[in-house]
Nanobody, 123 residues
């Protein structure tokens, strides 16, 4: 079993920055590709970013490309999402997720999920 715990969410003004963290326990972290997803009220969960097991490959949703950066530290069993130039439309609950082997932008392909952390961007 894999456990994921997100942290770092909060309230920030438009144009500001936040760094989300996700601590993973239970299995060998480097076996898992990691992803960040988000869900705004009344909307479906959407892909934000993903990173390969080694950290050598990343991909992003077009809506966050150039503003968000996903990274991981396999020695610390953690994945991060640095969010810059935040916009009100970035407001959502952000979830990290783990998937064995290769990364994916599809939520249904991730087996393990955290409980989420709220990010609110005020205008």
């Amino acid at each position: 079993q894999v456990q994921l715990v997100e942290s770092g969410g909060g309230l920030v003004q438009a144009g500001g920055s936040l760094r989300l963290s996700c601590a993973v326990s239970g299995r060998t972290f480097s076996m898992y590709a990691m992803g960040w997803f988000r869900q705004a009220p009344g909307k479906e969960r959407e892909f934000v970013a993903a990173i390969s097991r080694s950290g050598g490959s990343t991909n992003y949703a077009d809506s966050v490309k150039g503003r968000f950066t996903i990274s991981r530290d396999n020695a610390k069993n953690s994945v991060y999402l640095q969010m810059n130039s935040l916009k009100p439309e970035d407001t959502a609950v952000y979830y990290c997720a783990a998937r064995a082997y290769s990364s994916s932008s599809f939520a249904y392909e991730y087996a393990y999920w955290g409980q989420g952390t709220q990010v609110t961007v005020s205008s």
